[in-house]
């Protein structure tokens, strides 16, 4: 077990302490907001401002401008969805969990497209499109502004969004040293599956509460 504390250590060899705390802090706080998030927890959002505030800092330390980008936007969203999501059909009852009808389907695709091109064009204008990794995060980021807007919209199909990009995300970040990140990720993975069964098992019913 020490063999591996040691290796995990030492892809932070040289890195300032500060980064590797807040790294720490942000993976915990992520980890809570997608668990809210399967929970169909309104804590989804402030656990989530949280992480993706501290994300968009050091992912800008370490030149990954399209998910710095993504938490960004994730930080934006995370206020809009705590906004839909407290939206009151009646009296008692929130917003219920629904499918992406077809004209969400097209704003999906569009989203998907228009995040690319621009993504693209930060990398381009930075002088940063010189490693595989720039093009994946590239497309990483695509999925998950999808995957964001969905959920913030309490759309089922959000999930799925998640689990490809954070398979993607899994081996791209150990190879860029951010260990506990790819942990983070794995994670996210496993819940995401359970957050899209646990979805569609409520799929159309209206929750009293929001805080479960």
Known sequence: MSHIFDW???QYEGV???LVVLEMIGVVFGFL???YSKRENILVFPTGIISTAIFVYILLVYGLLGDMLINAYYFIM?????YLWTRKVDETHFVPISRTSKNEKKWSVLLFIGTI????????AANKFNTWTAYIDTITTAIFFVGMWLMAKKKLENWIF???????????YLYKGLVFSSFQYFLFTIIAIYGYKAWKKNLG??????LK
């Open 162 to 172: 998640w689990i490809i990009g954070d398979v993607i995300s899994v081996p791209l």
């Open 78 to 82: 995370s206020v809009v969805g705590w």
């Open 16 to 18: 300032p302490s500060l």
């Open 33 to 35: 907001s997608v668990w």
């Open 8 to 10: 995990i250590f030492a």
């Open 205 to 210: 019913k209206s929750p009293q509460t929001l």
């Open 117 to 124: 091109v621009f993504v693209s064009a930060v990398y381009f």
